[in-house]
Nanobody, 117 residues
Framework: QVQLVESGGGLVQPGGSLRLSCVAS????????MGWYRQAPGKQREVVAT??????NYADPVKGRFTISRDNAKNTVYLQMDSLEPEDTAVYYC????????????WGQGTQVTVSS
């Protein structure tokens, strides 16, 4: 089992920045991919960024504005969000993927990010 706890959400003005954190605990040695997803009201959950080993991937809407990073010593994944736009408003979820016969997804409880003037 893997437990994920996010923090760092809040209200920010357009053009501002926030940094989200996700602390993983439990069977973390099994984790292969970690990432951030988001879900806006009335929309499906979508991937924002993922990190696996030294490789990172970003959704097109956030490329050049968001940065995902990982501190293995702290079992923490970060999402640095710069140049925030109102369209970035959503609940952001941390995700961990554990491989096996069937890959398993673990989710955090989510943290609200609101971009508004």
């Amino acid at each position: 089992q893997v437990q994920l706890v996010e923090s760092g959400g809040g209200l920010v003005q357009p053009g501002g920045s926030l940094r989200l954190s996700c602390v993983a605990s439990g069977s973390i040695f099994n984790i292969n991919v970690m990432g951030w997803y988001r879900q806006a009201p009335g929309k499906q959950r979508e991937v924002v960024a993922t990190i696996s080993g030294g490789r990172t991937n970003y959704a097109d809407p956030v490329k050049g504005r968001f940065t995902i990073s990982r501190d293995n010593a702290k079992n923490t994944v970060y999402l640095q969000m710069d140049s925030l736009e109102p369209e970035d408003t959503a609940v952001y979820y941390c995700n961990a993927k554990v491989p096996g016969l069937k890959w398993k997804d673990y989710w955090g409880q989510g943290t609200q990010v609101t971009v508004s003037s």
